[in-house]
């Protein structure tokens, strides 16, 4: 599975941005994950979006990216996109895509697949 991140750029304090994963596979059966590292340190989890019965994916999001992150996704197009409203300097980071078979997990051991990255800078 290859999956292609993009998005990323500059925005202010306050801002949106709207990342997107392309999944190179049939995506129904996998759960896709974003996660960012700043420089300087780990690599964390952002949010994830699992299969569903009902098509729309189950979400779960990092304490961070509650009420601001969305996760989404397009198992049509094989697309999932993170909208990220109300950006913070903090969230200056890497953004990767990752995907494993299955459920949803926060856990950076359990992705197989990686994306290259998508830098998001927040600065006014």
């Known amino acids: 599975v290859q999956l292609q991140a993009s998005g990323g750029g500059l925005a202010q304090p306050g801002g949106s941005l709207s990342l997107s994963c392309a999944v190179s596979?049939?995506?129904?059966?996998?759960?896709i994950g974003w996660f960012r590292q700043a420089p300087g340190k780990e690599r964390e989890f952002v949010a994830v979006?699992?299969?569903?019965?009902?098509?729309?994916?189950?979400?779960t999001y990092a304490d961070s990216a509650k009420g601001r992150f969305t996760i989404s996704r397009d198992n049509a197009k094989n697309l999932v996109f993170l909208q990220m409203n109300s950006l913070k300097p903090e969230d200056t980071a890497v953004y990767y895509c990752?995907?494993?078979?299955?459920?949803?997990?926060?856990?950076?051991?359990?992705?197989?697949?990686w994306g290259q990255g998508t830098l998001v800078t927040v600065s006014s």
């Open positions: 979006t699992a299969p569903s019965r009902g098509g729309g994916g189950e979400t």
């Open positions: 596979e049939f995506m129904n059966y996998y759960a």
């Open positions: 990752a995907a494993r078979q299955g459920r949803s997990s926060s856990w950076l051991s359990q992705y197989h697949y």
